[in-house]
């Protein structure tokens, strides 16, 4: 199992008691192995609660800050990096962004 997160490619995370985990600028999946966690999206009036088997996509755009629920309680990610959609030309970003299929 890896000890660090890397955002390029995909991998597991054991997540130390006390500590906390802040994505920013990545897109893709965390779900989580083992234990449950505390996730705090920036600008979202929620907060999750995740256990293991549930993930949570993140944008882009998104900040999270990822905590363990209970300091005792093991606590193992997994991370899913997304390929960001690159601009093609002629098109504006929104539609690019949709794999160049324009809105009905």
């Known amino acids: 199992m890896e000890s660090q997160l890397y955002a390029g490619r995909p991998g597991t995370l054991s997540l130390p008691s006390g500590q906390a985990l802040r994505l920013q ?50 606590t193992t990610l997994a991370w899913r990096p997304r390929r960001q959609a690159l601009p093609r030309p002629g098109l504006p970003r929104e539609v690019a962004d949709l794999g160049g299929l324009a809105p009905a």
């Open 25 to 74: 600028g990545l897109s893709g999946e965390l779900t989580v192995l083992s234990g449950r966690v505390w996730l705090t999206r920036e600008d979202d009036l929620d907060d999750y609660v995740l256990e293991a088997g549930q993930h949570f996509m993140l944008a882009a755009d998104d900040a999270v800050v990822v905590e363990r629920w209970r300091a005792a309680e093991p």
